[in-house]
């Protein structure tokens, strides 16, 4: 969480919070929960509170530059938290949307698997969408994106993305008539990772390239080993909407 993300499809993080709890089995393996067990810095699960991230990490992301490499800075958030979850305070949502507000210069990427949620937490200005706010949703296979996806494909907002990451068996984006601008796939990693084949991907990407959606393919396991933004096919995927 910070100004420089390893995060490959962005280019900072900021948590508001930490905490959250399982909601699919995409949450199996969370590499925030297991940050969360090591450092001790938040609990987990239903019945653990949220921990507030204090007034110095909000007031640091205001001092950050604009642009990176000629572009808006992307912010992904919530990286150790989701935006609407239940058990976060509502107050700091509302905190949250106003720093939002208040950095029309950045662009904010938030990521949800509880696109359920959205309707009810969005703040009541949302209209037809912040500018500066990307929304997206997990989706590790074609259950949760035909769940998830039309949930978000009916909320307003400039760019709607899917992080098809873990990707647990394989997806497709034409049964529904709407479509993402912006697909993000990737394997999963870590310790008991499960595979995931790289003729998802073609597949995906193939789809992608003929409805327009934007295409980024964050990583893959080859030889039990991690590549991150591979090639596939003899080229790089890392577009952007």
């Known amino acids: 969480m910070g100004l420089n993300s390893a995060i490959e499809w962005c280019d900072s993080s900021f948590s508001p919070w930490t905490g959250c709890q399982k909601v699919s089995p995409g949450c199996d393996h969370c590499y925030a929960e297991a940050w969360a067990e090591r450092y001790k810095f938040c609990g987990w699960g239903p019945h653990a ?7 110095k990490t909000w007031s640091a992301i205001r001092r950050w530059s604009p642009l990176v490499d000629g572009h808006r800075r992307r912010i992904f958030s919530a990286e150790l938290a989701d935006i609407f979850d239940n058990k976060a305070h509502p107050i700091w949502r509302s905190q949250f949307f106003d720093l939002v507000r208040e950095t029309p210069q950045f662009d904010w990427l938030i990521l949800t698997k509880r696109p359920e949620n959205m309707a009810r937490m969005l703040p009541s200005d949302w209209g037809s969408g912040y500018p500066n706010v990307w929304l997206g949703v997990t989706a590790e296979d074609q259950p949760h994106y035909d769940r998830r996806w039309p949930i978000l494909a009916a909320t307003p907002a400039p760019v709607r993305f899917v992080s098809y990451e ?4 394989p997806l497709s984006i034409a049964r529904h008539e709407t479509k993402p601008d912006w697909l993000i796939a990737g394997c999963e990693s870590g310790r008991g990772a499960r595979p995931s084949d790289e003729d998802w991907f073609r597949a995906i990407r193939d789809e992608c390239l003929e409805t327009g959606t934007a295409f980024f393919l964050k990583q893959v396991m080859r030889n039990r080993r ?3 933004t591979p090639e596939l096919d003899g080229r790089q995927w890392t577009q952007w909407p």
């Open 49 to 55: 509170e949220r921990r507030f991230s204090g007034g």
């Open 166 to 169: 873990p990707a647990l068996g």
């Open 226 to 228: 991690k590549v991150s």
